[in-house]
């Protein structure tokens, strides 16, 4: 029996001993040893390995190259071009103001449109670590309306040799070192106007300034020389009365570096000095004021007939002193400022020596609660888009400010009081909508009110002014 | 009395002009072994000569890119550098030196020579000895780029003129094999140390056109149970030189010890380290004395193909040879 069982089980394998053979062969390759590998495998195996050198060095060379580029970017900041290094840049940005106008009862001045400020291209940029430059050209035609001569056709143009952060020398055309308000940068300012202080001191020049900040950059200095501009303008010709104006200015903001309640608190003094001349009636505009309103018209200057025996001209000592101060919280800002301008004058052999003045106070407030600050732009944090949920940042400003000509300037009749105001005193609000950092929409009332500056020395009439602007900045 | 005083001053004065200096060698990338011996061996030297001491940093960097660095204005007081046209560069577009630099120090200013030789993997399994072999089907050889790397140029010419003279100065044969070389290199690194970490680290080729002295790196770096040089019977006479870069050196006040420095890789003194670093010396009798390290090899002078400035505009400037071959590859 057990032979016979033994005798079907050996029967059995041998009939299935071809098929284990075959499917044993089968399978011995799926278990050869990898050393056994195929010449196609071999050749795999090399052009893996080159593709992945190459990719080596590809990504190698991509890094030398990233090192040693320049880099070239376009933002909200404009357009950029920056060497590897840094040292040598090239930015180019860009202002551009389209105003309109309107009078509230207001006979004799008409309601405009006016391209207030378009620059199309400002250039800025390095050569190196210590140079540096700043180019804008002006194609508009200054403040329009009662044709106030700022015809500048350029805005900046200057260079800075950077010794140190303590020391740069700048020369060209800029701003005179003196007034705060009349320093923030044209894009910055809460109404679409600057006010009274700024009246009072220059504007634009062509001089030399060395200007630093020490301690830890709580103080900023500048001490400059100018060919001297007049009050509230900029300097039209090359130093007309061949004479210099010396203009210097300190600036402390001592809690900079804190992260306290007053790390926003800035305060400083600015002034000028010079002996200005007017050789002719026909250049008096080069070393006297005209002093602008805030809807910009003329409504303080000194008689000018046209001849030297009935025009005012400089006749000397010219100072002006700023006393400054601006605190930045948060949404909140608050800017104030006082300026004197003090200038010896001749009437017709009759020498004398008037000082005006003026004080402004703005506050702004920021309703969506981004911060303001003096020196950069409010950035909305949830931009303004066509179809999408972000309507920009608001912002409210609020200004009180009052100008007092010399009265000794009328009882002398250098001014006349039926032309030319005594007083002035004004309020007004703004309200700005920053759709995105580049982009603002603005509007701003004021009424002022004045003392005499209409025939008889009655008072001119109330100004109501209502200005708005579109304004594109980078 | 007057005379002694005299004197006095003068010592002073010179011994002032040798105060304590420091030298800036810009050189290319395999020489930083040979140069971390030779420079305390030529500082001792210096102090014993003069009294004063100095101090020499090396910068090393692919040839044609530390003519670059200096022409961008890193102040080297001297250029030791892979091949002539690339301190040329620096007389020519920089007016760093004058333009006949070459013929300030003997032997062309080559205190040492070297060539390009083959290194192959143990055994030589794909049985390379001579250049005909490299052009054999399902090779792979490994060599850099030349128009960035120096050692990459002296392969291209050793290549080059070999066929050249196989041939019996037929230019169109030697053109067709570094056009049928050139075709089989499956990577072209930017520079020498790149092509070693390709053939070395990477294992990709069969064969690697390496200077002299960088194939016996190689073994010691990487194993000579690894790979081993081959010496084609004929090669490249290549000449790295050596120059003052005298605009610098002359701002730093250096241009007595910058001479000086390279006058002594002449000496005796220098030239057996540079034998042990697998340089050829120009002193022939440290040159004799080691002649069993260095096989024979019949070096061709590039002054056949016109000279080395020449060679750079025919053969590795813009739409020159290499660009003609290897845009067709």
Same mark, same amino acid.
């Given at each position: 029996?057990?032979?016979?069982?033994?005798?079907?089980?050996?029967?059995?394998?041998?009939?299935?001993?071809?098929?284990?053979?075959?499917?044993?062969?089968?399978?011995?390759?799926?278990?050869?040893?990898?050393?056994?590998?195929?010449?196609?495998?071999?050749?795999?195996?090399?052009?893996? =390995?080159?593709?992945?050198?190459?990719?080596?060095?590809?990504?190698?060379?991509?890094?030398?190259?990233?090192?040693?580029?320049?880099?070239? *970017?376009?933002?909200?900041?404009?357009?950029?071009?920056?060497?590897?290094?840094?040292?040598?840049?090239? #930015?180019?940005?860009?202002?551009?103001?389209?105003?309109?106008?309107?009078?509230?009862?207001?006979?004799?001045?008409?309601?405009?449109?006016?391209?207030?400020?378009?620059?199309?291209?400002?250039? =800025?940029?390095?050569?190196?670590?210590?140079?540096?430059?700043?180019? *804008?050209?002006?194609?508009?035609?200054?403040?329009?309306?009662?044709?106030?001569? *700022?015809?500048?056709?350029?805005?900046?143009?200057?260079?800075?040799?950077?010794?140190?952060?303590?020391?740069? %020398?700048?020369?060209?055309?800029?701003?005179?070192?003196?007034?705060?308000?009349?320093?923030?940068?044209?894009?910055?300012?809460?109404?679409?106007?600057?006010?009274?202080?700024?009246?009072?001191?220059?504007?634009?020049?062509?001089?030399?300034?060395?200007?630093?900040?020490?301690?830890?950059?709580?103080?900023?200095?500048?001490?400059? %020389?100018?060919?001297?501009?007049?009050? $509230?303008?900029?300097?039209?010709?090359?130093?007309?009365?061949?004479?210099?104006?010396?203009?210097?200015?300190?600036?402390?903001?001592?809690?900079?570096?804190?992260?306290?309640?007053?790390?926003?608190?800035?305060?400083?003094?600015?002034?000028?000095?010079?002996?200005?001349?007017?050789?002719?009636?026909?250049?008096?505009?080069?070393?006297?004021?005209?002093?602008?309103?805030?809807?910009?018209?003329?409504?303080?200057?000194?008689?000018?007939?046209?001849?030297?025996?009935?025009?005012?001209?400089?006749?000397?000592?010219?100072?002006?002193?700023?006393?400054?101060?601006?605190?930045?919280?948060?949404?909140?800002?608050?800017?104030?400022?006082?300026?004197?301008?003090?200038?010896?004058?001749?009437?017709? $052999?009759?020498?004398?020596?008037?000082?005006?003045?003026?004080?402004?106070?703005?506050?702004?407030?920021?309703?969506?609660?981004?911060?303001?600050?003096?020196?950069?732009?409010?950035?909305?944090?949830?931009?303004?888009?066509?179809?999408?949920?972000?309507?920009?940042?608001?912002?409210?400003?609020?200004?009180?400010?009052?100008?007092?000509?010399?009265?000794?300037?009328?009882?002398?009749?250098?001014?006349?009081?039926?032309?030319?105001?005594?007083?002035?005193?004004?309020?007004?609000?703004?309200?700005?909508?920053?759709?995105?950092?580049?982009?603002?929409?603005?509007?701003?009332?004021?009424?002022?009110?004045?003392?005499?500056?209409?025939?008889?020395?009655? #008072?001119?009439?109330?100004?109501?002014?209502?200005?708005?602007?579109?304004?594109?900045?980078? | 009395?007057?005379?002694?005083?005299?004197?006095?001053?003068?010592?002073?004065?010179?011994?002032?002009?040798?105060?304590?200096?420091?030298?800036?060698?810009?050189?290319?990338?395999?020489?930083?072994?040979?140069?971390?011996?030779?420079?305390?061996?030529?500082?001792?030297?210096?102090?014993?000569?003069?009294?004063?001491?100095?101090?020499?940093?090396?910068?090393?960097?692919?040839?044609?890119?530390?003519?670059?660095?200096?022409?961008?204005?890193?102040?080297?007081?001297?250029?030791?550098?892979?091949?002539?046209?690339?301190?040329?560069?620096?007389?020519?577009?920089?007016?760093?030196?004058?333009?006949?630099?070459?013929?300030?120090?003997?032997?062309?200013?080559?205190?040492?020579?070297?060539?390009?030789?083959?290194?192959?993997?143990?055994?030589?399994?794909?049985?390379?000895?001579?250049?005909?072999?490299?052009?054999?089907?399902?090779?792979?050889?490994?060599?850099?780029?030349?128009?960035?790397?120096?050692?990459?140029?002296?392969?291209?010419?050793?290549?080059?003129?070999?066929?050249?003279?196989?041939?019996?100065?037929?230019?169109?044969?030697?053109?067709?094999?570094?056009?049928?070389?050139?075709?089989?290199?499956?990577?072209?690194?930017?520079?020498?140390?790149?092509?070693?970490?390709?053939?070395?680290?990477?294992?990709?080729?069969?064969?690697?056109?390496?200077?002299?002295?960088?194939?016996?790196?190689?073994?010691?770096?990487?194993?000579?149970?690894?790979?081993?040089?081959?010496?084609?019977?004929?090669?490249?006479?290549?000449?790295?030189?050596?120059?003052?870069?005298?605009?610098?050196?002359?701002?730093?006040?250096?241009?007595?010890?910058?001479?000086?420095?390279?006058?002594?890789?002449?000496?005796?003194?220098?030239?057996?380290?540079?034998?042990?670093?697998?340089?050829?010396?120009?002193?022939?009798?440290?040159?004799?004395?080691?002649?069993?390290?260095?096989?024979?090899?019949?070096?061709?002078?590039?002054?056949?193909?016109?000279?080395?400035?020449?060679?750079?505009?025919?053969?590795?400037?813009?739409?020159?040879?290499?660009?003609?071959?290897?845009?067709?590859?």
């Amino acid at each position: 029996m057990h032979t016979t069982h033994h005798m079907h089980t050996t029967h059995r394998a041998r009939r299935r001993l071809p098929g284990l053979l075959l499917a044993f062969g089968f399978l011995l390759p799926l278990a050869a040893p990898a050393s056994d590998s195929t010449p196609d495998t071999l050749d795999l195996d090399r052009r893996l =390995k080159v593709v992945e050198r190459t990719l080596e060095i590809q990504r190698e060379d991509d890094a030398a190259k990233a090192r040693s580029a320049s880099q070239v *970017s376009a933002s909200e900041k404009g357009l950029s071009i920056k060497a590897a290094n840094g040292a040598y840049a090239l #930015d180019i940005g860009a202002l551009a103001q389209i105003d309109a106008r309107f009078y509230i009862d207001q006979a004799g001045v008409s309601d405009a449109f006016l391209l207030r400020r378009l620059r199309p291209v400002i250039l =800025k940029g390095s050569f190196g670590d210590w140079v540096a430059f700043n180019f *804008s050209p002006e194609f508009a035609t200054g403040s329009g309306v009662s044709g106030d001569g *700022s015809t500048a056709s350029i805005a900046d143009a200057y260079l800075d040799l950077k010794f140190s952060p303590a020391a740069t %020398l700048r020369a060209g055309r800029q701003k005179t070192p003196v007034g705060l308000e009349q320093l923030q940068s044209d894009a910055l300012i809460g109404f679409t106007e600057r006010g009274y202080t700024s009246e009072l001191v220059p504007n634009r020049d062509l001089g030399a300034v060395l200007q630093g900040v020490v301690l830890k950059q709580t103080l900023s200095y500048a001490l400059g %020389l100018f060919g001297g501009a007049p009050d $509230g303008r900029d300097l039209n010709r090359i130093n007309a009365d061949n004479r210099f104006e010396i203009a210097a200015r300190l600036f402390a903001e001592p809690f900079k570096n804190d992260y306290g309640l007053w790390r926003g608190l800035g305060y400083g003094l600015g002034g000028s000095y010079e002996n200005a001349l007017t050789a002719s009636p026909s250049n008096v505009n080069d070393a006297l004021p005209r002093y602008r309103s805030p809807g910009q018209q003329i409504f303080f200057q000194y008689v000018n007939g046209g001849a030297p025996n009935n025009t005012v001209l400089a006749d000397g000592r010219h100072w002006r002193l700023a006393p400054q101060l601006y605190y930045y919280n948060g949404p909140f800002g608050l800017l104030g400022e006082y300026a004197v301008s003090r200038q010896k004058v001749v009437l017709n $052999g009759t020498h004398a020596e008037f000082g005006h003045q003026a004080w402004l106070v703005r506050a702004s407030y920021v309703l969506t609660g981004e911060d303001v600050s003096y020196a950069a732009p409010i950035k909305p944090r949830r931009p303004f888009s066509l179809g999408g949920e972000g309507w920009g940042a608001f912002s409210v400003d609020a200004r009180l400010e009052a100008f007092a000509a010399d009265p000794k300037a009328f009882d002398l009749n250098f001014a006349d009081l039926g032309k030319s105001a005594k007083n002035a005193r004004s309020a007004g609000v703004a309200l700005n909508w920053y759709l995105t950092s580049n982009l603002k929409l603005a509007a701003d009332y004021e009424l002022t009110r004045f003392d005499g500056g209409a025939a008889a020395g009655k #008072d001119r009439p109330n100004e109501q002014a209502v200005f708005s602007r579109l304004q594109l900045a980078f | 009395m007057k005379s002694f005083a005299l004197l006095a001053a003068a010592l002073a004065a010179s011994s002032a002009a040798f105060a304590d200096a420091h030298l800036l060698n810009v050189s290319y990338d395999p020489t930083r072994e040979l140069y971390q011996q030779l420079n305390p061996l030529f500082a001792a030297d210096w102090q014993k000569r003069t009294g004063s001491a100095v101090t020499i940093d090396v910068s090393n960097g692919g040839s044609g890119k530390q003519a670059r660095a200096i022409l961008d204005g890193l102040e080297a007081d001297v250029a030791t550098l892979g091949i002539a046209s690339d301190i040329d560069a620096l007389a020519e577009q920089g007016k760093l030196l004058p333009r006949d630099w070459q013929k300030r120090l003997p032997q062309d200013s080559a205190p040492y020579t070297s060539t390009i030789v083959f290194v192959a993997r143990k055994g030589n399994p794909k049985a390379i000895h001579d250049w005909p072999d490299l052009l054999q089907s399902g090779i792979q050889v490994v060599t850099p780029n030349p128009k960035t790397s120096a050692g990459g140029r002296w392969a291209f010419l050793a290549a080059y003129l070999q066929a050249l003279h196989a041939s019996g100065g037929d230019a169109n044969k030697a053109r067709d094999y570094v056009a049928r070389l050139y075709r089989a290199v499956p990577v072209l690194d930017s520079g020498a140390r790149g092509s070693t970490t390709t053939f070395a680290q990477r294992g990709i080729g069969d064969v690697l056109l390496a200077w002299e002295n960088e194939a016996h790196l190689i073994l010691k770096e990487f194993g000579a149970e690894r790979f081993e040089i081959v010496v084609p019977k004929v090669s490249v006479l290549a000449q790295p030189p050596v120059a003052v870069v005298d605009k610098y050196a002359q701002k730093h006040g250096n241009e007595k010890l910058a001479e000086a420095y390279l006058r002594w890789l002449y000496s005796p003194e220098a030239q057996e380290v540079i034998a042990a670093n697998f340089y050829r010396p120009t002193d022939p009798a440290v040159a004799a004395r080691h002649a069993s390290e260095f096989p024979p090899v019949e070096r061709l002078n590039v002054s056949a193909l016109g000279g080395i400035a020449k060679v750079q505009k025919d053969f590795f400037g813009d739409g020159g040879l290499f660009d003609q071959i290897y845009a067709n590859k």
